[in-house]
């Protein structure tokens, strides 16, 4: 038993995210999504896919990307 960081929700099925050495509880996805999705620097969208990382920048795919002024990026396929 573990409680939601996100909503507070002490629920039997929470799962854990390991991320970047830390360890964060969550009871379902879009918890987990609200609070570990990077921001697209562009167009302020929650990046759920894989999104385009320049520079430490993450912006939601390369159109954005380039919006920002990112030369030379393209979708991966
Ligand atoms: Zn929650
Ligand atoms: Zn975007």
Known sequence: MARCEVC????????EVHAQGAVHVFDCF??????MAPICEHCRVQIIGQGVE????????????????????TDKV
């Open 8 to 15: 507070g929700n002490d629920y039997g099925m929470t799962f």
């Open 30 to 35: 879009s918890c987990a999504i609200h609070r």
């Open 54 to 73: 320049v520079d430490g920048h993450w912006y939601c795919g390369a159109h954005c990307a380039r919006a920002e002024g990112r030369a030379g990026i």
